[in-house]
T-cell receptor
Framework: DAGITQSPRHKVTETGTPVTLRCHQT?????MYWYRQDPGHGLRLIHY???????DKGEVSDGYSVSRSKTEDFLLTLESATSSQTSVYFC?????????????FGPGTRLTVL | QQPVQSPQAVILREGEDAVINCSSS?????VHWYRQKHGEAPVFLMI?????EQKGHEKISASFNEKKQQSSLYLTASQLSYSGTYFC??????????FGTGTSLTVIP
């Protein structure tokens, strides 16, 4: 168990409303990632963080912002949700066992934008 | 950037073997393999590094051809519990990871 939780686990919202998803880890890992998973596309990186207040964009970052004010928390915000952002969102932490950097995923958040 | 997986789907009977392939167009530092059951999060299976090191489950084996940027996951003597979608993830020299679109594996009795 990698000690990652996500909240909420399910959310239904309306187009144009702001939404914030939370990822919480208990492992004190430096790297944290946000992915979205859609049929036919696999997992695609939205943003990632390499330390407190240090973040960078992934391949599908448009319409999303992130913040990391504490090591344990990584927040993903949809400023104005659109139907195209309906997806399953996974947070992940990156292992730091020597040269190995496998990822451990949280349980996911299913977001529906109506 | 996204690696290409093949096949897209495979159906096996218990006890049969399968190979899932992953190919990238970029030079890679590492290849990862994950399995995801329906409605659950992906679970780490194995990581292979440039240079030959690897770490993963005892019952899972994989290979990494650095020259061709290709990796293969070998599932032998399949069990019903092996059913799920298998993803490969790749990392070049940066901090980003790219995942394939997955291979659906179904094991039937």
């Amino acid at each position: 168990d990698a000690g990652i939780t996500q909240s909420p686990r399910h959310k239904v919202t309306e187009t144009g409303t702001p939404v914030t998803l939370r990822c919480h880890q208990t492992e004190n890992h430096r790297y944290m990632y946000w992915y979205r998973q859609d049929p036919g596309h696999g997992l695609r990186l939205i943003h990632y963080s390499y330390g407190v207040k240090d973040t960078d964009k992934g391949e599908v970052s448009d319409g999303y912002s992130v913040s990391r004010s504490k090591t344990e928390d990584f927040l993903l915000t949809l400023e104005s949700a659109t139907s195209s952002q309906t997806s399953v969102y996974f947070c992940a932490i990156r292992g730091t066992s020597g040269p190995y950097n496998e990822q451990f995923f949280g349980p996911g958040t299913r977001l529906t934008v109506l | 950037q996204q690696p290409v997986q093949s096949p897209q789907a495979v159906i096996l009977r218990e006890g049969e073997d399968a190979v899932i392939n992953c190919s990238s167009s970029k030079a890679l530092y590492s290849v990862h393999w994950y399995r995801q059951k329906h409605g659950e999060a992906p679970v780490f299976l194995m990581i292979l590094l440039k240079g030959g090191e690897q770490k993963g489950h005892e019952k899972i084996s994989a290979s990494f051809n650095e020259k061709k940027q290709q990796s293969s996951l070998y599932l032998t003597a399949s069990q019903l519990s092996y059913s799920g979608t298998y993803f490969c993830g790749t990392q070049d020299t940066g901090n980003q990871f790219y995942f394939g679109t997955g291979t659906s594996l179904t094991v039937i009795p």
